[in-house]
């Protein structure tokens, strides 16, 4: 579901400033939070740990800048989010931050064990910027309904005004992987957008040359030419308002900020969320806001481990219409069957740029399908070839194809069904 708030979900001027803390060991979930908290106009802290979350907010309120709200991740090691909370609580500050748990489990065992640590409530991973906001304005005690734009007839006269201004640009989807460029050209394609594929930094660069276009969604990591290269000689070239947006696996500060050198005017973690997606499309092709579509009701579909395979990555992307979804999970499993295979391959070789390459690419496949386990296993392979861990290589690589197996199994009984479009 697009956000109905507004192109970049920004709150009623009150709230501006208010200040966040995220708590996550891992860089990257930290970062995307901090920016989407960001985006929103509130001023945000990070750290990466339970201890120094407590610190931290004892600090804040010490120096009169308390704390509005803490974003605790569930499991971190040490002390975890839960723990982190009630010694937030313990603190006994006369006016205490809410306290949101965000974890990529809804197991029952977290919900209660937050709900006894006095915590407001909780955020599913992936979160996206509507799921964020949403929590926000709920534990601040903002009223959406008073808000401009809010309410349902103004979500849907906002989300026609979204659809026709979006219609019929043109976009240029840089992106070497075939199961990423067809998902990416869905959720294009359903804005009313125009779509061309170009597979790696050097096809680009001939298109954009050629022909004119909107805004470019250019991969990062590329055969032939990668996305920084390619950026900087569309610049060379003359094309200094093009709107340039990377689409990377890696979101840590590092990695944006050399997209920014580049040229490029923003960036997109992968796998892509759609409303990250509409956002920053409306963003930087100037165009009204972005509002909620109507979105098709989610089918029956059968109880799968979402460790195994997690549906709400794929299926609001195809607004959950099984018709167009089943060509496209077979596309998938048959694609990373082919990608495993040429895994094993690739190690029996002995290559480890091939065998990074090819870890890459499955990894992206399986993310972006919501192959949640695959594309673990294929992250951490890709991380040993880099380190040049052999041993962990000869240690995972057996669990590869067992894991897409089970996979194929698990959506066996959703890709036969039939009737279900």
């Known amino acids: 579901m697009l956000p109905h708030h507004g192109a970049d979900l920004r709150t009623k001027a009150e709230l501006h400033g208010k200040r966040m803390l995220v708590v996550d060991d891992n860089e ?69 931050p809410h306290l949101i748990m965000v ?22 991973k992936p979160v996206s910027p509507s799921m964020m906001f949403d929590v926000v304005m709920r534990v601040l005690g903002a009223e959406q309904d008073d808000m401009p734009g809010t309410g349902e007839a103004a979500g849907a006269v906002a989300a026609e005004a979204a659809v026709a201004a979006l219609k019929d640009r043109r976009v240029l989807l840089v992106e070497d992987n075939e199961f990423n460029q067809q998902v990416a050209s869905e959720m294009l394609a359903d804005m009313g957008m125009a779509v061309e594929v170009a597979e790696n930094g050097r096809v680009a660069i001939d298109k954009v040359a050629a022909g004119r276009y909107d805004i470019v969604l250019m991969d990062m990591q ?5 996305g920084l290269t390619a950026t900087m000689e569309i610049r060379r070239n003359g094309h200094a ?20 050198a580049a040229g490029m005017n923003d960036h997109l973690a992968k796998p892509i969320d759609p409303d990250a997606l509409a ?13 909620a579509p109507a979105a098709g009701g989610r089918p029956d579909l059968p109880e799968i481990d979402e460790d195994i395979f997690d549906f709400e990555r794929i299926g609001p ?50 993310n972006t399908a919501g192959a949640v386990r695959l594309g673990r296993m294929a992250a951490d392979i890709e991380t040993a070839a880099i380190a040049g861990q052999t041993k962990s290589i000869t240690r995972l690589l057996p669990l590869v194809a067992p894991t897409l197996a089970e996979l194929e199994s698990a959506l066996t009984p959703v890709l036969t069904e039939k009737g279900s479009a």
């Open 317 to 366: 992307i195809f607004k959950w219409n099984m018709a167009r979804m089943k060509p496209m999970l077979s596309g998938f499993l048959s694609d990373a069957a082919a990608k495993v295979a040429a895994l094993h391959d690739a190690v029996g070789g002995g290559d480890p740029i091939q065998v990074r390459q090819v870890a890459h690419g499955l990894k992206g496949t399986a």
């Open 279 to 291: 956002a920053t499309l409306v963003k930087w092709t100037r165009s009204a806001p972005p509002a």
């Open 103 to 124: 974890s990529a489990y809804g197991r029952e065992e977290m919900q209660k064990g937050a709900e006894a640590a006095g915590f407001d409530d909780t955020l599913i």
């Open 28 to 96: 990257n979930a930290r970062m995307v939070l901090v920016d989407m908290l960001g985006s929103m106009r509130f001023e945000v802290e990070s750290v990466a740990s339970g201890p120094a979350a407590v610190a931290a907010v004892r600090d804040a309120a010490t120096s009169g800048r308390p704390f509005a709200i803490v974003f605790l991740d569930w499991q971190m090691p040490g002390m975890d989010g839960i723990e982190a909370g009630r010694q937030i609580k313990a603190l006994g500050l006369p006016a205490p």
């Open 241 to 260: 308002d093009l709107p340039i947006v990377a689409m990377t696996a890696n979101a840590m500060q590092a990695d944006r900020d050399k997209c920014l």
């Open 222 to 226: 590329m055969p032939v030419m990668d």
